[in-house]
């Protein structure tokens, strides 16, 4: 095995999706506190006024915010050095737009970082993981507002120095790409993302399926933009706070393939993979956007007279220090609308006929994360890289003991890992793998329990049943001889 020494293993959480305790200690209401959940069939819920009769997932998720201490402490024991996790926004400023932080949100953040320190673990922080406080949805229309840029540069700057010698690594905002995924016509993309919604459907009185929620191009470009503009500050914020800061940007790599060698495929491909993936990725690496976005914004009729000079200066100026990304499926592109479909991480593609998909018909494929590490190096040389979520949501059976042998979730690792070895030896920068949701959480897409993903199960269920209590599945054991042997010992 060829992991550096130093190399960092772990894994990724995020506060919407784990913390629970929605309204605690001052908390404001967030995008995700506002959705029903679904399944693989039904799209999540939008239902504006929380109803105290409907199951809002993310308002107790799996309440890590009263058992940090013992999941931290089972992080340790698989012998982690780093855990990713976000920072819920609206525990820090609970309408987005307040004069001054909440204390017992700083306060509680406090203890998570001391007790991960506690043991020889080191916070990688999202500031913004799908968290953006709900008053900003409603008051400023998300990101589409330039007010939402200070706003989050506020945010980021109070976090940066009430935290700054717990923190080292930050990344800005989880998966920027997504409003660009699917045609960018997913609600969920433009919600989660951008916190952008149309009046008409901020104002509904009736449940709205994300998949039927309005979408504006323009708005969601200009958004998207204001988002590349607050990213950039806050990455010079951070900077000038603490210049040891390492901060990073977070793109949903989609990695798709052409279905057949028909060059309409390789170029429908070649052009599905710059705007879904590259067009992000380039802003915030190399601090411009791409010619090729320029010639999509034209054919889209987006009028890009927001992308100012003084903008540019600031993208120029904040380009991060490492590229992080989550991989968990590819698909196919083909331009014959015949071929068969299939589902993905808040995408759609064609269907592979080589690879297996899980039961939420994500397509399995690490022979895909050694190509898209090394595509990531040929794209972005001089940067470090760093798998931040990698993972299978999968059913899992409890047995009459309590033991829960989650052999597939083992293969799925043991081959990713495999994979990413294989790539380090190709020659690419990877400085750490943190797997998504090791323990059990909210699925964000589905905002299901039963679509578990972790090393350590949760006593929680989609009725609303279960005690939290948390238990240690095969994959538990097994990642632990994982982190502990680095890498060498897969099993
Ligand atoms: C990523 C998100 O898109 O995929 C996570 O960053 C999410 O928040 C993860 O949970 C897995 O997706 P899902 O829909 O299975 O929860």
Request: with cysteine; hydrophobic share 35%.
């Amino acid at each position: 095995m060829t992991f550096p020494k130093d190399f960092l293993w772990g894994g990724a959480t995020a506060a919407n999706q784990c913390e629970g305790a929605y309204l605690e200690d001052g908390k404001g209401l967030s995008v995700p506190d506002m959705l029903l959940g679904g399944d693989v069939d039904t799209p999540r819920t939008f239902l504006p006024k929380t109803d105290p009769n409907a199951f809002y997932p993310s308002h107790e998720a799996i309440d890590f915010y009263h058992h940090y201490k013992e999941d931290i402490a089972m992080f340790a024991e698989m012998g982690w050095g780093v855990f990713r996790l976000s920072i819920n926004w609206g525990r820090i400023f609970p309408n987005g737009d307040d004069a001054e932080p909440n204390e017992a949100g700083l306060a509680f953040y406090d203890k998570v970082f001391d007790e991960c320190h506690k043991h020889g673990i080191e916070p990688l922080v999202t500031l913004c993981h799908y968290e953006i406080p709900w008053n900003i949805v409603t008051q400023y229309h998300g990101f589409y507002s330039r007010q939402t840029i200070d706003l989050f540069t506020k945010y980021a700057r109070t976090c940066f120095e009430r935290y700054k010698d717990k923190v080292k690594y930050w990344l800005t905002f989880n998966e920027i790409n997504i409003p660009l995924m699917g045609g960018g016509h997913s609600g969920l993309g433009n919600l989660y993302g951008l916190g952008l919604m149309q009046d008409e459907d901020i104002n509904s009185e009736t449940p709205i399926p994300l998949s039927d929620l309005k979408d504006n191009p323009q708005m969601r470009f200009e958004a998207l933009h204001n988002q590349f503009v607050a990213s950039a500050l806050a990455v010079q914020a951070g900077h000038e706070i603490n210049p040891d800061f390492k901060i990073g940007n977070m793109i949903a790599h989609i990695t798709t393939y052409p279905l057949t060698p028909n060059p309409k495929d390789i170029l429908e491909n070649q052009r599905n993979m710059h705007i879904s993936n590259d067009l992000c990725g380039d802003v915030q690496v190399r601090g411009a956007y791409p010619d090729f976005a320029f010639r999509y914004f034209k054919e889209n009729q987006i009028d890009v007279s927001y992308i100012t000079e003084a903008d540019k200066e600031i993208l120029k100026e904040g380009t991060v220090d490492f590229y992080t990304f989550s991989y968990y499926m590819t698909n196919c592109i083909t331009v014959d609308e015949s071929a068969e479909k299939i589902g993905g991480n808040m995408s759609m593609g064609a269907k592979n006929p080589y690879l297996k998909a899980s039961d939420w018909g994500w397509q399995i494929d690490p022979d895909g994360l050694r190509y898209t590490l090394n595509l990531l190096h040929d794209r972005y040389p001089d940067t470090p890289l760093m798998v931040v979520e990698n993972g299978f949501g999968a059913f899992d059976q409890v047995e009459a003991d309590g033991s829960i042998h989650d052999d597939y979730r083992i293969a799925y690792f043991k081959e990713h890992i495999k994979a990413m070895d294989e790539a380090v030896e190709d020659g690419v920068p990877l400085i750490g793998y943190t797997t998504w949701g090791p323990i059990d959480l909210v699925s964000a897409g589905t905002g299901q329990y039963a679509k578990r993903y972790g090393f350590i199960y949760v006593d929680r269920h989609d009725d609303g049943t279960g005690d939290f209590s948390r238990s240690r599945k095969d994959s538990f054991y097994w990642y632990q001889k994982v982190c502990q042997s680095n890498g060498a010992d897969l099993g």
